[in-house]
């Protein structure tokens, strides 16, 4: 068994002026959210889930963005309410947030 049922890695990365990232879109402070969230739930602790500061996860264009290990899930979000419905869906449901989902990979060079 993992030493956490779920780690929550949250892009916070900041690029140069001009360049669409993660910070741009509150990614710090809606990550303190989920980590809050997270302890106020009793989640937040070995056994359960954690909630990471990430440097460039390289979706830039998607973001902000985390992605929820072990299983590889891969979100986008943009509200605290976002947050919200990640944590009481994917993390204490096991359920998919099927409108934050984002493909696990880069599309197929036919597709862009």
């Not at 049922?5 to 360049?19: D, M, Y």
């Not at 390289?58 to 509200?79: A, F, M, Q, T």
């Amino acid at each position: 068994m993992p030493y956490y049922q779920h780690q929550l890695f949250f892009c916070i990365n900041r690029r140069s002026a001009g360049k669409r990232c993660c910070a741009e879109g509150n990614a710090e402070a809606l990550r303190d959210y989920a980590k809050q969230k997270l302890k106020k739930l009793g989640l937040h602790s070995a056994g359960f889930s954690r909630a990471n500061t990430s440097s460039c996860l390289g979706r830039c264009d998607e973001g902000p963005v985390l992605v929820i290990y072990p299983e590889g899930v891969w979100y986008h979000y943009h509200s605290t309410h976002d947050i919200d419905e990640i944590i009481e869906q994917h993390i204490q449901q096991g359920k998919i947030v099927e409108r934050l989902l984002l493909p696990a990979s880069p599309p197929e060079e036919s597709e862009i």
